[in-house]
C-alpha cells in the first residue's frame, strides 16, 4: 500500500487546513491510519488515529477540540480538519497505517509499517 499526503500550506493563527493522506496498491482495510507531524530538530510526534473498520478515532491531547480524523471509504482517504490553528503546529505532516493490533491504538511511530511523504504545514502568528 502506498500513501499520498497532501493539502499542506501556510495559514494565519486562527485558521484551518485539511489535510488527505489517500492509499494506492490496496485497501485501509484491517488497519489504523494515523497522522504524525514533526518539527525541525524533533521527533515523529502523533496527532491523530483512526480505525478505518468501524471509524473509531484518538487524539494527543495537544489536537484534541481542534483537529477531527476521518475515513472516506469511496475515496479511500484519510482526513485530517484542523482548526483553530497555532503556531506550534508548524510541522511537516505524515500519514502513516499499520495491521491492526489490538483494542488500542499505537502511538508510536516506529510501529507503523508504512508512510505517505510528508506535506508542509506552517502557521504564522
Known amino acids: 500500500v502506498q500513501l499520498q499526503a497532501s493539502g499542506g500550506g501556510l495559514v494565519q493563527a486562527g485558521g484551518s487546513l485539511r489535510l488527505s493522506c489517500t492509499a494506492s496498491?490496496?485497501?485501509?482495510?484491517?488497519?489504523?491510519v494515523a497522522w504524525f507531524r514533526q518539527a525541525p530538530g524533533k521527533e515523529h510526534e502523533f496527532v491523530a488515529a483512526?480505525?478505518?473498520?468501524?471509524?473509531?478515532?484518538y487524539y494527543a491531547n495537544s489536537v484534541k477540540g481542534r483537529f477531527t480524523i476521518s475515513g472516506d471509504n469511496a475515496k479511500n482517504t484519510v482526513y485530517l480538519q484542523m482548526n483553530s490553528l497555532k503556531p506550534e503546529d508548524s510541522a511537516v505532516y505524515y500519514c502513516?497505517?499499520?495491521?491492526?493490533?489490538?483494542?488500542?491504538?499505537?502511538?508510536?511511530?516506529?510501529?507503523?509499517?508504512?508512510w505517505g511523504q510528508g506535506t508542509q504545514v506552517t502557521v504564522s502568528s
Open positions: 496498491g490496496g485497501t485501509f482495510a484491517n488497519r489504523d
Open positions: 502513516a497505517g499499520l495491521k491492526v493490533r489490538g483494542p488500542g491504538f499505537v502511538c508510536g511511530a516506529d510501529e507503523y509499517e508504512y
Open positions: 483512526i480505525r478505518w473498520s468501524g471509524g473509531n478515532t
